[in-house]
């Protein structure tokens, strides 16, 4: 499967069909999936410790670390799509709601090529 076939709802039956088969569930509690996303999200940041920006684009691209990569970057991915469904959200529908608030508080023509968090004059003015 890859990124244009499968659906997020594949995803998420797949990440739930292996939950109900070890009889998780009941440990998949909101606070337990969002502690272990951190936890996972933490263990993907060792990977680029240390490492400069170049040094960090390199890395990515080296088979032997790029499989790593790739596993902790699925975790962050079975622990967001399982707290999604222990929560019942509708995660396509959160991230484009989130998308379309991001677009207002950043718009494009005022923070284009800029990472810099800082007030953006109002749009309605």
């Known amino acids: 499967m890859a990124d244009a076939t499968e659906t997020v709802a594949d995803l998420r039956q797949a990440v ?3 939950v109900d088969e070890r009889d998780w569930r009941h440990f998949h509690t909101p606070k337990n999936l969002a502690m272990s ?3 996972e999200a933490a263990e993907l940041m060792e990977h ?8 960090s684009v390199a890395h990515c691209h080296d088979p032997a670390h790029r ?3 790739a596993d902790e ?6 622990y967001l799509l399982s707290l999604a469904n222990a929560i019942d959200l509708d995660l396509s ?6 998308l379309v608030k991001n677009a207002h508080k950043y718009p494009a023509d005022l923070c284009r090529g800029k990472f810099e968090k800082r ?3 109002s749009r309605d003015s």
Do not use: M
């Not at 680029?48 to 040094?55: R, S």
């Not at 970057?73 to 079975?78: E, L, P, Q, R």
């Not at 529908?93 to 989130?98: F, N």
């Open 16 to 18: 739930q069909a292996f």
């Open 48 to 55: 680029f410790q240390w490492l400069d920006v170049p040094a």
């Open 67 to 69: 499989t790593q990569i």
């Open 37 to 39: 996303l951190a936890i």
């Open 93 to 98: 529908s959160a991230i484009r709601e989130k």
């Open 73 to 78: 970057i699925a975790d962050v991915g079975c």
């Open 119 to 121: 007030k953006l004059p």
